[in-house]
């Protein structure tokens, strides 16, 4: 996977908890992730510099990270060549199916992996136990 | 690890149980477009993610990719479109609105999100997905059934175990997944067919499992054209042939609910693809596969598979050679292995076998186990269904 940086703009409380919830998916999915959260930009002493935040975020990006951040504003800061910056709005990511939708499309790109089991493994069981009823295990 | 299904994951569209009961009461007072054969077919495999990445039918800039680069707008290949069309007597729903998606009889399989009614050029999808524009082509003529007008967006689709043909064999893609990863299979290779088996595919099939981990036998039970043999005494073909002679732990038999559009070279692709999903590594290109008539070239299906980047494309094309039984060889061979003569090659045409079939004679053995023969004859002659 290639390194990439997120930039999700809206209020400030709401949106730390969702760059947490796409970074505990994409972990879970074996992705390479880093949140930037204010707090990281705050004991660097960095918080309101946007300049410097993008340059810390392309940093790790360029390593190969996924790396996630909250801003107020556009961010115009260029992260390189091999690093790819997507804008969001926190509105486009609130509720579950477009939270959904927004990892997909970064899978489909080949920005973050799939996730690693096809079924839960609640499902599993009762797939399991149809295989044996129709014949298909012991 | 199982390959990986095409586009990265498994979507899936579909609901059942206490879901779809409430999908159904909802779905009773929506405007309602009709669904084909075919459409059918297609909505049931992007519910169970067969069709994966596609979660619904193809809107405007995605049908238009797929028919000139044979490319989905994301990026993954796909080689057919995957459509709706609108059609005469049904409501204009427009983009935004959403509609239940129902059968010929009214019975109501899933919904959409309309997000795009488009019109579409029939003769240019014909001549490019289909490398013809002639009438004599079964694709053809089923794109001059349509209105020209397709409606995309996003399903679901409602799972109805008591309507399903073949229930016993129908196992969707992540189950098939379950079971390989059961049995302990890493590798799988896919036979796709709508005809019975014979001993040239027999062959084939078992040279292939030299290979890999198991066989998924996979023939096709969805919408074939007049004078294919139907599916339900192609199924006791094959259920005789396993038993018969397979190992019953290196075979897995299910069906796969797709209608055949004959596209031959991109049908080739497309059939790959899915059985790619369905989490088979491996799929066995035969000669002018899903071809017809004299339309494609014998080996343009697996010609077109080396146009594709091996890693887009995700699972190994086997490709194979016709196979007969040499006299002289005194067993099954192709032309790559065989040296001898057409005179010792045992080889019937598929007229000339239900000729004989009907005439109550059975083919050679080399050609046809004798079961298969007995359960052809008997449908041929009209017995025994």
């Known amino acids: 996977m290639k390194g990439l940086v997120i930039w ?11 760059l947490d919830e796409l970074g505990n998916e994409i972990m879970e999915r074996g992705g390479r992730v880093e949140v930037f959260h204010s707090e990281a930009a705050g004991s660097l002493g960095i918080e309101s510099d946007e300049r410097a935040k993008a340059a810390a975020c392309a940093m790790l990006a360029r390593h190969g990270v996924v790396v996630l951040a909250g801003s107020d504003g556009p961010c115009a800061a260029s992260g390189g060549e091999l690093i790819e910056i997507r804008e969001t709005d926190l509105t486009e990511l609130s509720g579950d199916l477009a939270h959904g ?38 | 690890m199982l390959v990986a299904p095409h586009g990265g994951r498994l979507t899936d569209r579909q609901v059942e149980g206490e879901e779809a009961s409430r999908l159904l009461e909802e779905l009773r007072d929506l405007p309602r477009l009709t669904l084909n054969a075919r459409e059918r077919n297609d909505l049931e495999m992007i519910g169970n993610g067969a069709m994966s990445p596609l979660e619904g039918f193809l809107c405007g800039p995605d049908y238009r990719s797929v028919v000139d680069l044979m490319h989905l707008t994301s990026g993954p290949v796909w ?21 239940a998606l129902v059968d010929e009889c009214g019975t109501i399989w899933g919904d959409i999100e309309v997000e795009d009614v488009f019109r579409a050029d029939l003769t240019d999808e014909a001549a490019k997905t289909l490398g013809t524009t002639d009438e004599t082509h079964p694709g053809v003529r089923y794109l001059g059934t349509l209105s020209g007008t397709y409606v995309g967006g996003r399903i679901r689709s409602i ?94 038999m299910s069906v796969f609910p797709a209608a055949m559009r004959y596209a031959g070279p991109r049908e080739a692709i497309f059939h ?114």
């Not at chain 1, 997909?104 to 149809?130: N, T, W």
């Not at chain 2, 491996?282 to 008539?293: K, N």
């Open chain 1, 8 to 18: 999700v703009r809206g209020a400030t409380g709401a949106r730390e908890a969702v």
């Open chain 1, 101 to 138: 939708s927004f990892i997909r499309r970064l899978e489909l790109a080949g920005l973050v992996p799939p996730p690693r089991h096809d079924v839960s493994p609640d499902e599993e069981k009762i797939i399991l136990e149809r295989l044996r009823d129709l014949g298909y295990l012991d």
């Open chain 2, 79 to 99: 080689p057919l479109p995957v459509v709706l069309s609108a059609k005469d007597g049904d409501p204009s729903v427009p983009a935004g609105m959403r509609a």
């Open chain 2, 159 to 252: 799972r109805r175990r008591e309507l399903e043909e073949f229930p016993q064999y129908r196992l969707d893609p992540k189950e098939t997944r379950v079971l390989f990863r059961a049995r302990g299979w890493k590798t799988v290779v896919a036979f796709q067919t709508r005809n019975p088996i014979h001993r040239a595919h027999e062959y084939i099939q078992k040279c292939a499992m030299e290979i890999v981990d198991g066989l998924l036998l996979h023939p096709l039970v969805g919408e074939t054209k007049e004078g294919d043999t139907p599916a339900d005494v192609r199924m006791r073909c094959y259920e005789v042939l396993l038993d018969g002679y397979y190992p019953s732990t290196r075979v897995v």
């Open chain 2, 272 to 385: 790959a693809l899915l059985r790619k999903n369905y989490g088979c590594s491996h799929f066995i290109v035969g000669r002018d596969h899903a071809g017809v008539g004299s339309f494609y070239g014998t080996y343009d299906a697996q010609l077109l598979f080396d146009t594709f980047d091996p890693e887009e494309l995700g699972i190994v094309p086997l490709k194979f050679e016709n196979s007969f039984y040499c006299t002289r060889c005194g067993g099954m061979a192709t032309s790559k292995t065989c040296a001898h003569d057409a005179e010792h090659r045992v080889f019937l045409a598929g007229t000339k076998v239900r000729a004989m079939l009907r005439d109550g004679m059975l083919p050679p053995a080399e050609f046809t186990r004798p079961e298969i023969a007995r359960i052809l004859m008997d449908a041929e002659r009209g017995e025994g269904r």
